[in-house]
T-cell receptor
């Protein structure tokens, strides 16, 4: 089955610096890769996603890159702010029915 | 538009008892998913409904877990009898079309003591 590995498990950055989270997946048939942000005590929220026919996608300070050959994808957050502090989960699709395999999460702490 | 609603938000039960979790998806969303996060690990798939039908229940841990979605609206997930290892946060999510990004509920934190 699909296996998604996410690194690092914790990431501490200074406000204004960039943060990068990396994920690898095992199933070459995966074609949808969303990223979720979960603030303390709140629900996971979709922040950006990418499909396998695209190599990069950007939304303001957030960008995701996908390397299908290497089977890895990354989340990049630029100019980090304290409100970016949260747990971030990557995920990869399993089959065509929308089931997702999640990574273990990355706790991001942005210090002022 | 109302989001995905789950209740209770927290539940503490004793081993051997029964607990029923409920999820109300976004109106019109045919796809409803249940996931669980145990002890800070990854969010793991439990099952997927399309309307009232179980499309995939390959993630259900064992037969102590029973999910239903009568009428294709809200869904319930019953754990009977509960065991200590069932503790975790149970998330429900919905989407209009398969392959769309999900909208998650806030989760039910289940503690079995």
């Amino acid at each position: 089955g699909e296996n998604v590995e996410q690194h690092p498990s914790t990431l501490s950055v200074q406000e204004g610096d960039s943060a990068v989270i990396k994920c690898t997946y095992s199933d070459s048939a995966s074609n949808y890769f969303p990223w979720y942000k979960q603030e303390l005590g709140k629900r996971p929220q979709l922040i950006i996603d990418i499909r396998s026919n695209v190599g990069e996608k950007k939304d303001q300070r957030i960008a995701v890159t996908l390397n299908k050959t290497a089977k890895h994808f990354s989340l990049h957050i630029t100019e980090t702010q304290p409100e970016d502090s949260a747990v971030y989960f990557c995920a990869a699709s399993l089959g065509s029915w929308g089931k997702l395999q999640f990574g273990a999460g990355t706790q991001v702490v942005v210090t002022p | 538009e109302a989001g995905v609603t789950q209740f209770p938000s927290h539940s503490v039960i004793e081993k051997g008892q029964t607990v029923t979790l409920r999820c109300d998806p976004i109106s019109g969303h045919d796809n409803l998913y249940w996931y669980r996060r145990v002890m800070g690990k990854e969010i793991k798939f439990l099952l997927h409904f399309v309307k009232e039908s179980k499309q995939d229940e390959s993630g259900m841990p064992n037969n102590r877990f029973l999910a239903e979605r009568t009428g294709g609206t809200y869904s319930t997930l019953k754990v009977q009898p509960a065991e200590l290892e069932d503790s975790g946060v149970y998330f429900c999510a919905s989407s209009q079309n398969r392959g769309d990004g999900y909208t998650f509920g806030s989760g039910t934190r289940l503690t079995v003591v």
